[in-house]
C-alpha cells in the first residue's frame, strides 16, 4: 500500500501554501518534530496553519521545516521525505511537538537532550497532544503547569510528579513552554500563538480561512456536557449576537433574557461550554476587538472604547491592564510594527 506522503516546500491540501509569497524580513522559524510514530493529525497542524498566516501587507511571517532524527521520517499510511536534524531545530524560533502513538514509550535521548538545548536557548516550545509526555521525559516540564489529552493526564501526572498537570483545560503558557490538550486543541493553541506574535488581526484572519468556529479560552473544559442541538444553537447565537452589540451596555440579565434563561441557568451552562462565565466572556470579547481595531485602523483610542462597549477611553486602558498587561497605545505601537515587519 502507497504511503501518503508531503515534501517540505509543497503543501497538499491548498494551493495558498506561500510558495511565491514574499517572506517577511524577519521570519519566525518553526520547527515541527517528525519523531518516529508521529500523530498524522498532530504534525499536520502546525503544517497546514503557520504557513498560511499573512500580515496586513501580504507578507508571510512564518517559516517551517521537518526535524528529527534521520532524513525522513514515517508513520503508519504517512511519510514525510525531506526532515532536518534536531541541531537544524535549535536554529529556530519556535520548536513544536505533536503527539505519538505511545507516548510513554519514548526512549530518545537525542531528542530530550535537543529540547533541553532548546529550552535553555530560550527557544518556544509547545506541544500538541501527547507530545506533552515528550517534554515531560526531558525534563523540560518540571516544575512548570502542562496539559494533554484527556485521557492520559492522571498517567501523566503520576509517571512526573515535577509536572504539575492540569487536567482540564485546552492549553497551558507558561511563556516559553506550552502544551496543549488532545487533538484539535493543537489548533487553539497555534491561534493563540499566531495572535500572541502578531496580534488579533492576523490570528483572526487564519481563523477566518480554516472556518473556525468563534474562540475558545485556554480554560475551557476539554470534555462538556452535552446538552440537546437546540440548546447549543442558543448559546452560540448569543455569542455571534454578542459579537455584534459589544457596544451595547450589556447585563446577565440582559443576555439570560435574549436566550429565555434564569441568569444562573445561562451563568452554569454558559460556563460548561465556552469556558467562562457570560461576562467574563464578553469582556475578554470587547478586550480582542480592541486589539483588532488598535492593529488595523487609525481610530482614536476614545474612538475604539465606544464601539467596543468600555464608554470611556480610562475604561478601556484599565481594561487592558487588566487582561493584557500594557496600553492600548503599547499594542498599537508593537503590533504595528510587527505588521510592517
Not at 499536520?44 to 508571510?60: C, E, K, M, T
Not at 497551558?172 to 497555534?190: E, W
Not at 499566531?194 to 473556525?212: L, N
Request: hydrophobic share 45%.
Amino acid at each position: 500500500m502507497n504511503k501518503h506522503s508531503v515534501n517540505d516546500g509543497i503543501h497538499p491540501a491548498y494551493p495558498a501554501d506561500g510558495s511565491g509569497v514574499a517572506k517577511s524580513r524577519n521570519a519566525h522559524k518553526v520547527a515541527i518534530l517528525a519523531v518516529p510514530d508521529f500523530v498524522p493529525f498532530d504534525i499536520s497542524i502546525p503544517y497546514q496553519v503557520f504557513p498560511l498566516v499573512r500580515l496586513a501587507d501580504g507578507l508571510a511571517p512564518y517559516e517551517t521545516c521537518f526535524c528529527g532524527p534521520e532524513d525522513a521520517a514515517g508513520s503508519r499510511e504517512f511519510s514525510i521525505r525531506t526532515v532536518h536534524s534536531y541541531e537544524h531545530a535549535l536554529l529556530c524560533d519556535t520548536i513544536m511537538v505533536p503527539g505519538v502513538y505511545d507516548p510513554f514509550g519514548v526512549d530518545d535521548e537525542a531528542l530530550f537532550r535537543m529540547l533541553r538545548m532548546a529550552a535553555a536557548k530560550g527557544i518556544r516550545i509547545a506541544s500538541i497532544c501527547t507530545g506533552a509526555c515528550l517534554l515531560a521525559a526531558s525534563g523540560v516540564l518540571d516544575g512548570l503547569s502542562a496539559t494533554s489529552h484527556w485521557e492520559i493526564t492522571q498517567a501523566l501526572a503520576q509517571r512526573y510528579p515535577a509536572v504539575q498537570v492540569v487536567p482540564d483545560v485546552l492549553f497551558v503558557d507558561n511563556g516559553q513552554v506550552l502544551t496543549s490538550a488532545g487533538l484539535a486543541s493543537g489548533l487553539d493553541l497555534c491561534l493563540h500563538i499566531i495572535r500572541k506574535d502578531y496580534g488579533v488581526s492576523a490570528a483572526e484572519r487564519i481563523a477566518d480561512f480554516f472556518v473556525m468556529p468563534l474562540e475558545r479560552e485556554a480554560g475551557h473544559c476539554q470534555v462538556i456536557r452535552r446538552y440537546p442541538a437546540h440548546e447549543k444553537d442558543r448559546l452560540a447565537e448569543l455569542q455571534l449576537w454578542i459579537l455584534e452589540n459589544l457596544h451595547k451596555e450589556l447585563s446577565l440579565e440582559g443576555l439570560a433574557g435574549q436566550v429565555c434563561m434564569s441568569t444562573r441557568t445561562l451563568h452554569r451552562r454558559f460556563r460548561e461550554q465556552a469556558g467562562d462565565a457570560p461576562m467574563v466572556w464578553v469582556a475578554k470579547a470587547r478586550i480582542r476587538r480592541a486589539q483588532a481595531l488598535l492593529e488595523s485602523g487609525s481610530m482614536s483610542v476614545e474612538q475604539i472604547a465606544a464601539v467596543t462597549g468600555f464608554g470611556s477611553a480610562t475604561a478601556l486602558r484599565d481594561g487592558f491592564r487588566r487582561h493584557v498587561g500594557s496600553s492600548p497605545s503599547a499594542w498599537r505601537r508593537a503590533f504595528a510594527r510587527r505588521e510592517a515587519s
